[in-house]
């Protein structure tokens, strides 16, 4: 008889099938891979996506189910126990962020792990785990760590539970809040690595980060599983007239979602690195920005700003805010270099890989490049700060030939360090070699 195919769970609170930002990037890209046969892949979401949202999964090919707070067990005794907790989190939530001081004036609080979990979720993960028998489940952060609780010993000791960290929150939370910004999530290394001692395996999504984890849990095997940027097999520059022709401008492009961590790279690109570059350049040069953040960025020239520095309408009429787009290859089609003028952050920079896929030259900050590939710099100018991106935009201005030789590269090299067979060959030999022999760290007695 044939093998029955390996089933894969995720579990998650993110709608990543709206590839809205990096993180929604990177779990598409691991569910569209893992969901190919020999495997069978199934996601729990927990969330009520609206018509949008659920057109835009179907119509990527995500196989969810749902699970949010209007929707109560049918049992009354349950349901009244439903209604109890969930008022009860509710108005603990809100009592513990009214009593939290902000580090800005304005803009979103910062919570904990336990306010991220939602007791009736637990029966209803039990559930979906008894009807689809999972061999693996991927659970999306740290924050889906208490859905554990819903298993049973004997699911305990044979499905593999792996936890996706894409960050090491602490410490990007520390950044966060070093710069004056909230982060979504106030937690220390002793939190962290508590809630990371749940789990069989741990996915660094870069390799530096992976040795941080097997210092702080060397109890729990950490491996590397980065990034892959999806390839169809469409040469990266058919639609990049720098590539065929003489340059006659020069397309700076920048993306990002609306966080404040790339609200404080964008802007301080726009106030210390971008005047510098019209000054010797012009109009030659021209200054592209998609995503969220141009909600921000308008409101900015709308308005103006009432900081030391505003972002107002003077500054910014030199850019081009393309908003949101549709697909991805849009607003790479439109640009010749890529910059990421990122200070703080941690994980893996999807923008950076994406940029190589689409065959652009990238100028990046060192903490832009953290988790990169050292063969990366032959398509990269990196430098030490956001200021110096000027000047090595203002190098590349003219030089063509400089241009078109690192795009080529970027190309060549997306194709390699960003396939899915170099990204995720560790996380399959580990589902692989752990079906043969189980750990042992959970057991049915246990």
Known sequence: MPESPHRILFATDVPFWRMSDGAHQRIASLYRYLAREPHVAKVFFLGSPDADSARLAEASGVDYQAFSSDQPPEKLASRIQWYADATWNQARQWLTAKSRPLPIDEGPRSLELADFRWPWAIQRFREMVDQFQPDTIIFEYIKMGYLLEALTPEQRSRIHCVVDTHDILHRRAEQFFANGFPHWLMIDRDQEAEALRQFDLIMAIQEQEARTFR???????????????????????????????????????????????????????????????????????????????????????????????????????????????????????????????????????????????????LITTTQGFDGMPETARLACRVVQSVEEMGEAINSLARDAGSIRSMQSLAGKLAQTEFSPEVAYSGLLEWIDRSNRNRPARFTAEQ
């Open 215 to 361: 210092e702080m849990v060397p109890e729990v095997e950490t491996i590397t599983v980065g990034h892959a940027v999806d390839w169809d097999g469409t040469p990266p520059t058919a639609k990049n007239p720098v590539g065929k022709t003489p340059l006659d401008q020069l397309r700076v492009g920048y993306i990002g979602s609306k966080n404040f961590s790339n609200w404080s790279a964008i802007r301080t690109f726009l106030q210390s690195a971008w005047p510098n570059v019209r000054r010797k350049n012009g109009d030659f040069c021209q200054l592209r920005v998609a995503g969220g953040i141009c909600e921000w960025l308008e409101g900015q020239r709308e308005a103006g700003s009432e900081e030391p520095q505003p972002l107002g309408p003077s500054l910014l009429q030199s850019v081009q805010l393309l908003g949101k787009v549709g697909a991805i290859r849009d607003f790479y089609d439109q640009i010749d270099v890529l910059i990421n003028p990122v200070e703080f952050g941690t994980g893996l920079k999807i923008k950076n890989a994406e940029a190589l896929r689409f065959g652009k030259l």
